[in-house]
């Protein structure tokens, strides 16, 4: 993290889900991204996906700048239960015409990098035409698939499939602690940060 | 031997060796005579007076005998349109001795043992006999005879029969009267249809005889139809019980719809039924099911995990993609992931 911290900053940088840094989008197109984003949130009532159209000079990695923007950014049109650690971030460099995607621990036992390439490959001809949002809609669409999936093997077997991703389930005591602590419910043991995304 | 002969001859003529054949030759005095001029090739053929004239070498036309030039043509003779006495009772008064009845002997002998052996047949594979009349063309019945008498006088009516009056060479004027078993199962429509479509069939053909043949086939059909559509009434032509159902009946049977033939194919009628029930309520379902799918909402249960790499949020490793190329598959522009962000 120190070393995308050097190349990007240290701080926590304030952003709206859907930032089109780029300008690629017009107008009337942002209005159906938005809904696509909140039709995702309401399937998904713990998770929230963020996309960031960019048109970098000099990026070394797509991979990085991804991994960096969703640990430090604090989305500020979303809501607290659902802290990054549930978001899966979609960054776009328009310049050198490469996508891809970051995802928080929550979604450990649900995406890899397999099935997130998969879904942008789905998008793949969209991006090829600049149509930005039919490719995003595409890759959410994609990604909702992969999701579901997960949901079901989750609910037959949650302690292995999370074990899969490195997670444990969360044990009620706990979580009705942290909610006593005014922590919110359904999140990871990180919610302190999210103070930061403020 | 039998066969060596022909092979020989075959053999021959493949080859083109055939055989010297001995060409025809004049006897002596005839050579004579036609080198003279007293024989004419061909004169043997000519009539009396035209080799006269020939001998004579006289050029002009010949004169026919009044006699012969007088000749009237024959009046066409007109054919009678009565029966004649000696017909009537084997017609009208007497029962008919077999299933084609034709006391003129207006078929030739060939041809009435061809017809009264299909009708012998009719007779064995179906419940209603049927019973020709022959009659010629032009004849008519007389006034006070009638086909409907001649089945109430010469016929069981408790037994299915039909009797036709079939009229050589017109099939048009044919009657067809049933007995009385057969008119109380069947309707009147049903039964005209029968004699129609036999007309219709045999108006096909030209010649008398084949008219008759193809009448008398389309008929029995039409009768074996017959049967059927009373058997599918309950009831039975052949048995002397008076029919189950009433001719309302019988007419609504006559009339079944796809849904009654369905049900007589149980296996069918039941994959029918299935599919008819099973596949709305299938895409009902479905349709349902999609439905609450999309309105569907994913709760994924609660879980902790140890951060890495100091990350507060995210390590999840996604996949990256080039789009730079449209000729190049998305598969070959997999950006390789830095081994720093693997996760640990």
């Known amino acids: 993290m120190w070393h995308a911290d050097e190349i990007f900053g240290a701080d926590d940088v304030s952003l709206h889900k859907f930032t089109d840094a780029a300008g690629v989008l017009r107008m009337k197109e942002r209005e159906p991204m938005r809904k696509i984003l909140e039709r995702f949130e309401a399937r998904f009532p713990q998770l929230f996906v963020a996309i960031y159209l960019g048109a970098f000079e000099d990026l070394q990695s797509l991979h990085q700048f991804g991994f960096w923007m969703l640990n430090r950014a604090a989305y500020v049109d979303v809501d607290l239960e659902r802290p990054n650690e549930n978001g899966i971030l979609i960054v776009v460099d328009v310049s050198a015409k490469n996508a891809g995607i970051t995802f928080g621990y929550a979604l450990l036992p649900y995406l890899d990098e397999d099935s997130t390439f998969s879904a942008l490959s789905a998008g793949h001809p969209s991006f090829l035409q600049g149509n930005y949002l039919e490719a995003i809609g595409t890759v959410v669409q994609k990604i909702e698939g992969r999701l579901i999936k997960g949901w079901k093997k989750v609910k037959k077997d949650p302690e292995s499939i999370l074990a899969e991703g490195g997670q444990n389930p969360k044990k009620v005591g706990e979580l009705l602690q ?21 | 031997m039998r066969f060596c002969l022909p092979v020989f001859l075959s053999a021959s003529l493949l080859c083109g060796e055939e055989p010297d054949l001995p060409l025809p030759t004049w006897e002596s005095d ?15 053929l000519l009539g009396k007076i035209a080799r006269e004239l020939m001998a004579s070498n ?17 009046e066409p003779v007109e054919w009678s349109r009565v029966i004649g006495d000696e017909f009537l009772s084997a017609y009208f008064y007497e029962p008919s001795q077999g299933f084609l009845n034709d006391p003129q002997k207006l078929l030739t002998t060939q041809e009435y043992r061809d017809r009264e052996g299909f009708l012998n047949y009719h007779a064995r594979d179906t419940d209603i006999d049927l019973y020709v009349y022959l009659f010629d063309a032009l004849q008519e019945i007389p006034e006070t005879e009638s086909l409907g008498s001649v089945v109430r006088s010469q016929f069981d009516q408790e ?25 109380e199962s069947v309707n009147q429509a049903e039964r005209d249809k029968v004699i129609r479509m036999a007309v219709e069939e045999a108006l096909e053909k030209s010649e008398p005889s084949s008219q008759l043949e193809s009448f008398s086939i389309q008929l029995s059909i039409r009768l074996y139809w017959l049967e059927k559509v009373v ?10 019980k008076p029919l189950i159902l009433p001719r309302v009946r019988i007419f609504e049977a006559e009339e079944k719809g796809v849904w009654d033939r369905l049900q007589e194919k149980p296996g069918l009628f039941y994959a029918v039924v299935v599919a008819l029930v099973i596949v709305p ?47 190049t598959p998305p598969s070959s522009q997999k950006s390789e992931v830095p081994d720093y962000l693997q996760k640990m």
């Open chain 2, 58 to 74: 006289n050029d002009e036309p010949i004169e026919l005998d009044p006699a012969v030039r007088d000749l009237r043509e024959p």
């Open chain 2, 281 to 327: 309520a299938a895409g009902l379902g479905f349709m349902g099911r999609w439905i609450a799918e999309r309105k569907r909402v994913y709760v994924f249960p609660d879980a902790e995990g140890t951060p890495l790499l100091d990350a507060p949020y995210a390590a999840g490793v996604g996949g990256v993609i080039s789009f730079s190329s449209a000729t």
């Open chain 1, 178 to 198: 942290r909610i006593r602590e005014g922590n919110q419910p359904g999140g990871m043991e990180h919610s302190g940060e999210e103070e930061a995304r403020r």
């Open chain 2, 30 to 44: 005839e050579l004579e005579a036609l080198e003279s001029g007293d024989y004419v090739p061909g004169s043997s």
């Open chain 2, 159 to 183: 037994k299915p029969v039909a009797v036709v009056f079939y009229f050589l060479g017109m099939p048009e004027k044919s009657q067809l009267v049933f007995s009385d078993r057969v008119v």
């Open chain 2, 231 to 240: 058997a599918r009434g309950g009831g039975d032509l052949a048995s002397r």
